[in-house]
């Protein structure tokens, strides 16, 4: 591992302007992905900032009904808070699905949404990898990759982003906070997340230096019948090889409202806009969120080795969709 | 900027206090066993999948294999040397005993800090990915073999004593010593 400083810092303009723009420093949250690719050499920061203690650690309400959270909430806590449960189940069950209970504890907010893919190539500094050296080329495409992307990926780069969080978050509109120098910005998730096209590297749209300050959700009464269905090669602590976050508001027979968003599929959580557009409106049957599915993955483009996900991502939002809809009759 | 790649740092470890300087790469997990001897806590994998290296951190389990030495100064640290009441085991240590929760034993250490972590997680109502109801207003669910096997997957056994080590968990739960038996508001979690 390269030596580096660190730097702790006591408040949120402190730590921008401790990191400054220097492209060879990186904001520290809890480490759990950081650390782990500074010990295989991916990342070599030459200063780490620490920002666990910045007073970012609440989840609020917000006076519309919805909830600001804080970057420096771990995803434990953020778990199992209350108004979360309640008000966004989708949420708090894709939090505890991720990683281990150690893990959870650990890993903040922000970190969650800067976490780096866990395709097996960019983790290895002996192969080539676009995402890391760009123009190195791409081993996946002709080599491992039973897990990677079967929508919006490109020929520099088929990883997907590994976050359970961010898939509920996309379908309930979050919007990402940051601060830096020239002042505080936002960014709503589904642009934070650019689409991967010829520049894999750029995995989000944050400035440069710009540090992640939390993430507000806005009001969402459909999230309050919401769920996270996650699969997974082995029953826990493993990512996801496909997961979706779905919502649904049936009134008499028909889909008042859908929010849905799927995991594991795509560089970023993939918001299913062209799924819930032939939910609204259509009658909440089995065939309606066939046809939903179907309407989203017309855009699938599967590798060799991952045309199982397209068969494992129409099932499961017929599965999800079912249950959701059987639960508000009962 | 002057910078610097160590620092003398101040760890707080079974309550007591240790200063020492560390080269910033060093984690908690090598500050304990090579720096400070307490070689109780084990090294796995140290890509933080395995569990072996688990401590309390402010009173949450976390693996100090990705957890730096030098961000760990100002926080409570306990490891497996510091959860006994002096002579007297912790009921989880005492129940991963009684009921041989262990095989070769290189992953206990971990398994019962992170199981004295999973006990606290559930007195607080803390609800699991296999919990059916995660309303908090469904209260904690009950302790099953089902919610412990969950809740401890973040440590692996390679001898596979698992059968035992839930066995040694639930046996563990029905002590009130076990969690301190501390009621947590709905505040504490925010």
Same mark, same amino acid.
């Given at each position: 591992?390269?030596?580096?400083?660190?730097?702790?810092?006591?408040? +949120?303009?402190?730590?921008?302007?401790?990191?400054?723009?220097?492209?060879?420093?990186?904001?520290?949250?809890?480490?759990?992905?950081?650390?782990?690719?500074?010990?295989?050499?991916?990342?070599?920061?030459?200063?780490?900032?620490?920002?666990?203690?910045?007073?970012?650690?609440? +989840?609020?309400?917000?006076?519309?009904?919805?909830?600001?959270?804080?970057?420096?909430?771990?995803?434990?806590?953020?778990?199992?808070?209350?108004?979360?449960?309640?008000?966004?189940?989708?949420?708090?069950?894709?939090?505890?699905?991720?990683?281990?209970?150690?893990?959870?504890?650990?890993?903040?907010?922000?970190?969650?949404?800067?976490?780096?893919?866990?395709?097996?190539?960019?983790?290895? +500094?002996?192969?080539?990898?676009?995402?890391?050296?760009?123009?190195?080329?791409?081993?996946?495409?002709?080599?491992?990759?039973?897990?990677?992307?079967?929508?919006?990926?490109?020929?520099?780069?088929?990883?997907?982003?590994?976050?359970?969080?961010?898939?509920?978050?996309?379908?309930?509109?979050?919007?990402?906070?940051?601060?830096?120098?020239?002042?505080?910005?936002?960014?709503?998730?589904?642009?934070?997340?650019?689409?991967?096209?010829?520049?894999?590297?750029?995995?989000?749209?944050?400035?440069?230096?710009?540090?992640?300050?939390?993430?507000?959700?806005?009001?969402?009464?459909?999230?309050?019948?919401?769920?996270? =269905?996650?699969?997974?090669?082995?029953?826990?602590?493993?990512?996801?090889?496909?997961?979706?976050?779905?919502?649904?508001? +049936?009134?008499?027979?028909?889909?008042?409202?859908?929010?849905?968003?799927?995991?594991?599929?795509?560089?970023?959580?993939?918001?299913?806009?062209?799924?819930?557009?032939?939910?609204?409106?259509?009658?909440?049957?089995?065939?309606?969120?066939?046809?939903?599915?179907?309407?989203?993955?017309?855009?699938? =483009?599967?590798?060799?080795?991952?045309?199982?996900?397209?068969?494992?991502?129409?099932?499961?939002?017929?599965?999800?969709?079912?249950?959701?809809?059987?639960?508000?009759?009962? | 900027?002057? #910078?610097?790649?160590?620092?003398?740092?101040?760890?707080?470890?079974?309550?007591?206090?240790?200063?020492?300087?560390?080269?910033?790469?060093? #984690?908690?997990?090598?500050?304990?066993?090579?720096?400070?001897?307490?070689?109780? #806590?084990?090294?796995?994998?140290?890509?933080?999948?395995?569990?072996?290296? #688990?401590?309390?951190?402010?009173?949450?389990?976390?693996?100090?294999?990705?957890?730096?030495?030098?961000?760990?100064?100002?926080?409570?640290?306990?490891?497996?040397?510091?959860?006994?009441?002096?002579?007297?085991?912790?009921?989880?240590?005492?129940?991963?005993?009684?009921?041989?929760?262990?095989?070769?034993?290189?992953?206990?250490?971990?398994?019962?800090?992170?199981?004295?972590?999973?006990?606290?997680?559930?007195?607080?109502?803390?609800?699991?990915?296999?919990?059916?109801?995660?309303?908090?207003?469904?209260?904690?669910?009950?302790?099953?073999?089902?919610?412990?096997?969950?809740?401890?997957?973040?440590?692996?056994?390679?001898?596979?004593?698992?059968?035992?080590?839930?066995?040694?968990?639930?046996?563990?739960?029905?002590?009130?010593?076990?969690?301190?038996?501390?009621?947590?508001?709905?505040?504490?979690?925010?």
């Amino acid at each position: 591992m390269r030596e580096f400083d660190y730097q702790r810092a006591a408040d +949120v303009a402190g730590a921008v302007a401790l990191l400054g723009a220097d492209p060879d420093s990186r904001y520290l949250g809890g480490g759990t992905n950081l650390v782990d690719l500074m010990k295989a050499g991916v990342e070599r920061p030459a200063r780490l900032v620490d920002i666990r203690e910045l007073p970012l650690d609440r +989840v609020e309400s917000t006076p519309e009904g919805g909830l600001r959270i804080g970057a420096t909430v771990t995803n434990a806590d953020l778990a199992a808070h209350p108004e979360v449960r309640r008000r966004y189940p989708a949420l708090a069950q894709a939090l505890l699905a991720g990683a281990s209970g150690q893990l959870r504890n650990m890993a903040t907010v922000g970190g969650n949404l800067l976490q780096r893919t866990r395709c097996g190539y960019f983790t290895d +500094v002996t192969r080539p990898c676009n995402k890391r050296v760009p123009g190195s080329g791409c081993p996946a495409l002709e080599g491992e990759h039973h897990n990677h992307a079967i929508l919006g990926a490109s020929e520099r780069c088929v990883a997907v982003h590994p976050s359970d969080m961010a898939v509920p978050l996309a379908a309930f509109d979050a919007v990402v906070r940051f601060e830096t120098a020239d002042g505080p910005g936002e960014l709503p998730l589904t642009e934070f997340y650019p689409p991967v096209g010829d520049t894999p590297e750029r995995e989000t749209a944050l400035p440069a230096g710009a540090l992640i300050t939390g993430v507000v959700l806005p009001p969402a009464p459909v999230a309050a019948r919401s769920r996270y =269905r996650k699969v997974r090669e082995r029953a826990s602590y493993a990512f996801a090889i496909g997961s979706l976050a779905a919502a649904l508001d +049936v009134r008499g027979g028909v889909v008042h409202e859908a929010r849905l968003a799927l995991g594991a599929v795509a560089s970023r959580p993939w918001r299913a806009h062209a799924a819930e557009r032939v939910l609204t409106g259509a009658p909440a049957t089995p065939e309606t969120y066939a046809a939903a599915a179907d309407a989203e993955l017309a855009a699938a =483009r599967p590798l060799p080795h991952n045309g199982y996900k397209v068969d494992l991502m129409r099932n499961l939002v017929v599965a999800v969709l079912t249950e959701l809809a059987e639960e508000a009759a009962r | 900027m002057a #910078t610097s790649t160590s620092s003398v740092v101040t760890l707080h470890i079974n309550g007591e206090k240790f200063t020492l300087p560390v080269d910033h790469r060093t #984690t908690l997990l090598d500050a304990l066993r090579e720096r400070l001897t307490l070689t109780g #806590t084990k090294k796995g994998c140290d890509q933080g999948q395995c569990g072996a290296c #688990t401590v309390l951190l402010d009173g949450r389990r976390t693996v100090s294999c990705l957890q730096l030495a030098v961000a760990a100064e100002g926080r409570e640290i306990t490891t497996i040397e510091g959860v006994a009441d002096g002579d007297r085991l912790h009921p989880v240590q005492q129940a991963f005993l009684d009921l041989d929760g262990f095989q070769c034993g290189y992953c206990t250490p971990g398994q019962i800090c992170s199981a004295i972590g999973v006990l606290r997680e559930h007195a607080e109502g803390r609800p699991s990915a296999v919990t059916d109801d995660i309303r908090p207003e469904a209260g904690p669910p009950p302790l099953t073999p089902e919610e412990i096997r969950e809740r401890m997957s973040g440590n692996l056994c390679r001898c596979g004593a698992y059968v035992a080590i839930v066995d040694a968990v639930a046996k563990a739960a029905a002590d009130p010593r076990a969690t301190g038996a501390a009621t947590v508001s709905e505040e504490d979690v925010a």
